[in-house]
């Protein structure tokens, strides 16, 4: 029998909640084998997965505003279902209201039969009463009016709010509930930028140059089959967001240089630098984690890297021999990834307020241990996918503190496109950029 993608995407949201799963790990175990779907299902159970996380605020606010219990008592699977249900109801023109609801009773009374009726009520009343709803108000209660009407926690609003004007807060949660774009980096050991492209286009993927990353491409075209093409089997472009291969360029590595990446965790930025280095000198991916560094030793043979050394450990407490020994040190620290909500829209619901203190504590320590990797006149890249000053300003100036001795290597940023550049960093935003959020500094080791 045929699945159903509605209720698969139930399934998905329950165990991204009640397991801290991830969705995009979820949604690519669903969808293979393809045969499982058809391609509309497969559209609509990626739209009904993405679709509702990135808008749970506004459909929890709505279930609040038509249940008559605690709609935090509500069971999660049943809250799920409810939400997948108004999502549809509220976002979607081609499914229609009542086959929503029909679909969702079905799926309640296989999974939670006991919340069948109350299901049917929650959304029949909804029908009835959604053009009757008084929506917060922008002018009254912006905090509320945005959490709300563009679904963030009413927390991290309250901090953006601090940082920007209503209207830039409203511009920043509209770009993280928007779909990213589907970006690639070539290879450059093995093709040119026209060379991957024509070789996409002959397979029928339509793509264009990005707009900011020499190393960019950028689909016009559906994904679906990607991961098929020869161009990607032979190892030709990979998967990664256009502000962060900036990332790798900043610590402008030589051919034949020794490097350190610190957390390199499945290796974006690591086989970046790789190519940069023309697969020449030696590259010592570092990481706390054994499975993404297995993760990152298959892709280096897809994409014929072999100057990559991976080590499992602890960066807080390096190994001896790493002290002074690396020309560059690139540290793209573990963080809040608020920056990168377009593609895990789950974690805004996942993050909490005191979680900032915790990733700036470890962001510090890692940075020290980086410091003392550094040979004579070595340079160290620190970075993050986010944009609250917690985790990037606050960072750099105890960095500063704790080591005077390192020179802010500004001439560095040169080549960077003028949008990126904000001083002695790199910042980019969705909003402004169309790539996700990033932050990064660089510092020069002294002589």
Not at 40 to 57: F, H, P
Not at 90 to 99: H, L, M, Q, W, Y
Not at 166 to 181: G, Q
Not at 206 to 227: I, M, Q, V, Y
Request: charged share 25%; aromatic share 6%; glycine share 6%.
């Amino acid at each position: 029998m045929t699945p159903s993608p509605r209720r698969a995407a139930v399934e998905i949201l329950t165990r991204i909640e009640r397991e801290k799963a991830h969705a995009e790990s979820l949604l690519d175990t669903a969808l293979t084998p393809k045969e499982t779907f058809n391609p509309q299902d497969r559209r609509l159970l990626t739209e009904l997965v993405y679709g509702t996380l990135r808008m749970r605020g506004q459909l929890d606010w709505l279930i609040g505003q038509i249940y008559r219990g605690d709609p935090e008592k509500l069971d999660i699977l049943v809250r799920n279902i409810l939400r997948t249900a108004l999502y549809q109801i509220r976002f979607t023109d081609r499914i229609p209201s009542f086959a929503a609801v029909n679909e969702a009773v079905r799926i309640t009374k296989a999974l939670h039969p006991g919340a069948s009726g109350l299901v049917n009520a929650v959304l029949r009343n909804t029908l009835r009463r959604l053009d009757q709803l008084a929506w917060p108000s922008l002018e009254a209660d912006p905090e509320q009016a945005i959490a709300v009407l563009h679904s963030h926690p009413r927390w991290l609003v309250r901090r953006l709010l601090a940082q920007y004007s209503p209207e830039e807060t409203v511009a920043i949660c509209r770009a993280n509930n928007t779909i990213a774009p589907f970006t690639l980096r070539v290879n450059t050991l093995k093709v040119s930028r026209e060379e991957a492209l024509a070789a996409l286009t002959a397979e029928g993927i339509t793509a264009e140059p990005t707009a900011w990353s020499p190393d960019g491409l950028r689909l016009t075209s559906p994904a679906t089959g990607f991961r098929e093409t020869s161009a990607y089997r032979q190892g030709l472009i990979r998967i990664q967001d256009e502000a962060s291969q900036w990332i790798s360029r900043l610590l402008s590595p030589e051919p034949g240089a020794e490097v350190l990446d610190l957390c390199a965790g499945s290796g974006g930025k690591t086989l970046h630098l790789a190519s940069l280095m023309k697969n020449q000198g030696r590259i010592t991916a570092f990481d706390l984690h054994a499975e993404p560094l297995r993760e990152l030793s298959q892709e280096a043979k897809r994409l014929g890297i072999t100057i990559v050394q991976t080590q499992k450990g602890n960066g807080r407490s390096l190994p001896q021999e790493f002290s002074g020994r690396f020309d560059r040190v690139l540290l793209d620290a573990p963080c809040s990834g608020l920056g990168t909500l377009r593609h895990n829209p789950e974690i805004r619901w996942r993050l909490q307020p005191e979680d900032f203190k915790r990733c700036r504590e470890l962001q510090i320590a890692l940075l020290s241990s980086a410091v003392v990797c550094l040979k004579a006149g070595g340079r160290l890249v620190y970075s993050v996918c986010a944009v609250t000053p917690e985790e990037n300003e606050f960072v750099i100036s105890e960095l500063r503190k704790r080591h005077p001795e390192l020179t802010p290597a500004a001439p560095a940023l040169a080549d960077l496109p003028v949008p990126f550049r904000d001083g002695d960093f790199l910042k980019t935003y969705p909003h402004r950029h169309g790539a996700d959020g990033f932050f990064a500094a660089i510092f020069t080791a002294p002589d």
